[in-house]
């Protein structure tokens, strides 16, 4: 995630990002922190942790003894994620604003935890190849990723919505989108992991389901990536979120099936 452009996007829509944390974020997260099998005493890193739906669980599980690295290029992120640890007492919670693909330890980490950030780094392989490397051997790597289907068509409408207001977009080349395509069906996303030499490779189908009313349903595009799509002028935004909201629907069932993997390396 080295484009700072990404984590501004995030910072910006910060508030909008923690609305949809309870039905999504939270559950999510919490599945993703079991797979991970963390136990007491692990060292632990959350790559790209955003407001700390992986970064609580962790630290819950880790113990007073644990420790776990929170890192985000967002600071409002990384600031929600703070109050969170204050308000539960954990002190075992080290929180860094940083490019996760240059993050380095001073010790190897019993877990690495991903969760729906891999495929904004615009060199995934290499990303991911270097957050294994912070492993010790026989530790784990588990991340959570959008299996195929999800998303749509709230994905397809809101494009189609942008691209009224910013033609150009037709010819963006989308990184991420083609990462999420890179890792969405369990075949994939094993190959993948056996690629950056990881072993034990489990994966989990978690389906998911989240109504949203207009008001949540524009604050998923606001709340991260797809507010990057959006145009400068105020307007032109205000034209986009009439569009996709009456394309979309009052009472809008948004699929939010996710694959949790873990793996471990040799």
């Known amino acids: 995630m080295p484009e700072l452009h990404l984590g501004d996007a995030f910072d910006a829509g910060a508030a909008d990002f923690e609305r949809l944390a309870p039905s999504l974020w939270n559950p999510m997260g919490n599945a993703l922190v079991a797979a991970a099998d963390i136990t007491l005493g692990d060292r632990v890193l959350d790559a790209g942790c955003g407001s700390g739906a992986t970064t609580i669980p962790a630290a819950q599980f880790a113990g007073p003894d644990g420790l776990v690295d929170g890192v985000d290029l967002s600071a409002q992120m990384l600031s929600l994620t703070q109050a969170k640890a204050d308000t539960l007492a954990l002190s075992n919670v080290f929180l860094t604003q940083a490019d996760v693909t240059s993050w380095q330890s001073d010790a190897p980490y019993d877990a690495v935890v991903s969760a729906y950030s891999l495929f ?4 995934m392989d290499a990303g991911a190849a270097h957050l294994v490397s912070l492993l010790r051997s026989g530790g784990r790597f588990a991340l959570s990723t ?6 749509e068509p709230f994905r397809e409408l809101l494009w189609k919505a942008c691209l009224q207001e910013r033609p150009e977009l037709a010819d963006l080349p989308l990184s991420g989108s083609r990462n999420v395509q890179r890792l969405q069906t369990p075949g994939k996303l094993t190959s993948w992991l056996e690629s950056l030499g990881l072993t034990d490779i489990t994966i989990a189908a978690t389906p998911g389901q989240v109504q949203l009313s207009p008001s949540l ?20 935004v205000e034209r986009v979120r009439a569009a996709f909201l009456a394309e979309l629907g009052e009472d809008f069932a948004l699929d939010t099936g996710t694959l949790i993997a873990t793996a471990v390396r040799p």
């Open 120 to 123: 904004f780094l615009p060199d």
């Open 146 to 151: 959008w299996a195929e289907g999800s998303w």
């Open 217 to 236: 349903a524009w604050s998923m595009v606001l709340g991260g990536g797809y507010r990057l799509l959006l145009p400068e002028d105020p307007a032109a």
